[in-house]
C-alpha cells in the first residue's frame, strides 16, 4: 500500500512538471546530412553497408569501442548514462575502460543532476575522455523525446515504463531529421554486451519492442545492419540499395 501511494505520488509529481514546464528534447550542435547509424552493445553488431565518412554516428556508453572496429575513432554523438561515470559495477568500470583515452564531438550524459556539471567535468577527466560539446539531458527533456517523436508519454516510473538509451538515440536521430536511421548492436532479444563478458540481461526490451513497432507502423525510416535483428523484429534490413537510394537522395 505504501508503494502504490508513493508511485502515484511520484506519477503526479512528474506529469505535472512535464505539463507545465514542457520541455524541448535535447539540442544538436550541428546539421545531419546524411544517414545515421547508432551502434549498441550487442554481442554482434554488424558494419553497415555503405558506412563512409558521409554517415553521421552515434554511440552508446561503451559501443563506441564497437564503432572503433570499424575505423570510427571519434563519432558524432555519444550518448552516456549517469551511472558510468562513477558507478562501481562491473559494468560501469568496463565502460570507463573502453572509452578512457577517447574522444567524441558531442557527449550527452542522462539524468547527471544539473546543477553538478563540474562534477561531471572532473568525473569525465578521470578516465581522460574528452568532447567537443558536453550536455546534461535531465528525465524531463528524455520523456520529451518519446513523446514527440514515437507520440508515447511516459513518466519513467519503473524499468518497463522506460526505453534504452539506443532507442533515446534512435528517437534523437529521428526528431533532428535524420533521412535514415541504421541500428546495430541493438537487439532487445540479446544478453550481454561487447565490451564485457558479465552477460548482463537486457533491461526495457518490452518498451523498446513497443517503441520499434510504432515506429515501423508510422512509416519512419529505421532499418537494422543485423540480419538476426531483422528476422526478429521485421525491421528492413539495411543493404546496398537501401545505401545507394538514402544517399542519392541526401546528396
Known amino acids: 500500500m505504501r508503494q502504490r501511494f508513493t508511485d502515484a505520488k511520484k506519477r503526479l509529481y512528474r506529469w505535472l512538471k512535464y505539463r507545465l514546464t514542457r520541455p524541448a528534447p535535447p539540442p544538436l550542435p550541428f546539421d545531419i546530412k ?22 553521421f554516428v552515434i554511440t552508446v556508453n561503451g559501443s563506441q ?10 563519432p558524432d554523438i555519444t550518448m552516456m548514462m549517469f551511472n558510468q561515470i562513477e558507478g562501481t559495477t562491473h559494468n560501469a568500470r568496463e565502460v570507463r575502460r573502453v572509452l578512457g583515452g577517447r574522444r567524441t564531438r558531442a557527449l550527452y550524459v542522462l539524468l547527471w543532476r544539473k546543477n553538478e556539471r563540474e562534477r561531471l567535468e572532473r568525473g569525465l577527466a578521470s578516465f581522460d575522455y574528452r568532447y567537443d560539446h558536453l550536455y546534461i539531458v535531465d528525465r524531463y527533456e528524455r520523456m ?9 508519454h511516459s513518466l519513467e516510473i519503473d524499468a518497463e515504463s522506460k526505453c534504452s538509451n539506443g532507442i533515446n538515440a534512435v528517437l534523437y536521430a529521428l526528431h533532428h531529421g535524420a533521412p535514415a536511421v541504421i541500428i546495430s548492436g541493438i537487439d ?10 558479465a552477460g548482463l540481461a537486457r ?7 513497443i517503441i520499434l513497432q510504432r515506429l515501423l507502423d508510422a512509416g519512419r525510416p529505421i532499418f537494422t545492419a543485423d540480419p538476426q535483428v531483422a528476422r526478429a523484429t521485421g525491421i528492413p534490413l539495411w543493404d546496398e540499395r537501401c545505401a545507394e537510394r538514402v544517399t542519392c537522395r541526401a546528396a
Open 65 to 74: 569501442a564497437v564503432a572503433a572496429h570499424w575505423g570510427i575513432e571519434v
Open 34 to 55: 546524411g544517414p545515421v547509424v547508432v551502434v549498441g552493445s550487442a554481442p554482434q553488431a554488424s558494419r553497415p553497408e555503405g558506412l563512409d565518412r558521409g554517415y
Open 203 to 209: 533491461l526495457h526490451v518490452r518498451m523498446d519492442l
Open 188 to 197: 532487445p532479444g540479446s544478453a550481454g554486451h561487447a565490451y564485457n563478458d
Open 144 to 152: 520529451a523525446l518519446l513523446d514527440k517523436v514515437a507520440g508515447l
